[in-house]
């Protein structure tokens, strides 16, 4: 029995110190015989569903709607050229309808992916055969900002976790890494891509080019990972017959967010083989229809997505004694349920005192038109 671990991590020490921390399983990313051609033609676009959990330590740390709609279209921006595209389902997994946003208060909000990683995903974890789930916290141990695991991976969960700092467009915060780009990179490993300098300089022939390293012959191999915004002329490993410089522009490395610009044509097609083969069910029709495919503009989401920057959270909540409040400017509705899953009471007021319940751990659900949101807690 091998043990498989597939994740990777982005890891910061400090501001303007990058280091991560990437143990990879090679065996479990080569789903396809070397045979394999990579040259299959870009043919139509391929439209995978992603899901957004917002889990925060206290509502008020909610990172607002407008930077998840950011996030997506930064997505889109780097994976037009692989014709890969994201959407926001309109339907849920049990054909509900949703933004594809969730939003939660726990103190797993501060992640500690070394021993947490499934207790988190399982806060809110969306069927990840028909959706990718994005995770964001507010914030990482290790000064970690984002770590994935590729669809399919039977030792964990797949998906992406985020620190909610690298999340959106252009947002000016956590610079140099403020462009989107920790997601398109985790992706990436989501979608079965390795880092060009996996290894080091291995895969230096093209007999071995494909086997070794990051398993991707237009990427050249690099002795170890680049930071903040290399010269293109950047060469540290010595590549037979030809000798070629770094991928240092390249999705998969570590350098600033303005300086990754492109993944390679090879890169590209094993990311589209890896969805229509192991993640094939993501891009199904039968999955597109269920969740409701279409354009981010045509999405149920579009009202909460375009709300003005900086949006306020659409719903706050606090406690007062045993009395929870709840604001909003939508109509609400509340559901409490207990530990073992029953549902204890619910309703529609602004609301409701937890004198009434027995000692013990509670899940309050308060849907809004904005989304789901759910709040633990235990009643002493
Ligand atoms: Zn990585």
Avoid at 125 to 135: E, K
Avoid at 168 to 185: C, E, K, M, Q
Avoid at 258 to 278: A, D, H, K, N, W
Wanted: aromatic share 12%; with cysteine.
């Amino acid at each position: 029995m091998v043990v498989r671990r597939a994740y990777w991590a982005i890891v910061l020490w400090g501001v303007g110190w990058a280091q991560r921390y990437c143990p990879v399983d090679r065996a479990f990313l080569r789903p396809f015989p070397p045979a394999v051609s990579w040259r299959e033609a870009l043919t139509d676009t391929l439209w995978v569903p992603v899901v957004f959990h917002v889990i925060s330590q206290d509502s008020a740390g909610w990172l607002p709607a407008y930077r998840l709609g950011d996030q997506l279209a930064a997505l889109n921006r780097d994976y037009k050229a692989a014709a890969i595209q994201f959407y926001l389902p309109r339907y849920g997994p049990q054909g509900e309808p949703t933004c594809g946003l969730t939003w939660h208060v726990s103190p797993l909000g501060r992640h500690d992916w070394t021993t947490e990683e499934d207790t988190l995903k399982k806060l809110c974890l969306w069927p990840p055969d028909s959706f990718v789930n994005i995770w964001i916290v507010d914030e990482m141990v290790l000064s970690t900002v984002g770590y994935a695991r590729a669809l399919g991976d039977t030792a964990g969960i797949p998906g992406i976790v985020l620190v909610k700092s690298v999340v959106g467009n252009r947002t000016g915060v956590a610079r140099p890494f403020d462009w989107g780009r920790t997601a398109v990179h985790e992706m990436g490993h989501v979608l079965s891509l390795l880092h060009p300098f996996e290894g080091g300089c291995v895969g230096t022939t093209p007999q071995t080019c494909a086997m070794e390293g990051d398993e991707i012959c237009d990427t050249p191999p690099q002795r170890q990972p680049a930071f903040g915004c290399p010269p293109l002329t950047t060469n540290t490993c010595t590549e037979i017959p030809t000798d070629l410089p770094d991928p240092v522009d390249n999705f998969m490395g570590y350098v600033d967010d303005s300086c990754m610009v492109r993944f390679t044509p090879e890169q590209t097609q094993r990311m589209r083989l890896y969805l229509q083969g192991i993640g094939g069910t993501l891009i199904s029709p039968i999955n597109q229809q269920r969740r409701g495919w279409g354009s981010l503009a045509d999405s149920a989401c579009g009202v909460v997505l375009g709300l003005p920057k900086p949006a306020p959270s659409p719903l706050r909540f606090w406690r007062e004694g045993t009395l929870w409040r709840l604001e909003g400017p939508e109509p609400i509705g509340w559901e409490v349920w207990d530990a073992w899953g029953r549902k204890i009471t619910e309703g529609t007021t602004r609301s409701f005192d937890e004198q009434v319940l027995p000692a013990g751990l509670y899940v309050l659900r308060v849907h809004t038109p904005a989304g789901l949101y759910t709040i633990r807690w235990y009643r002493l």
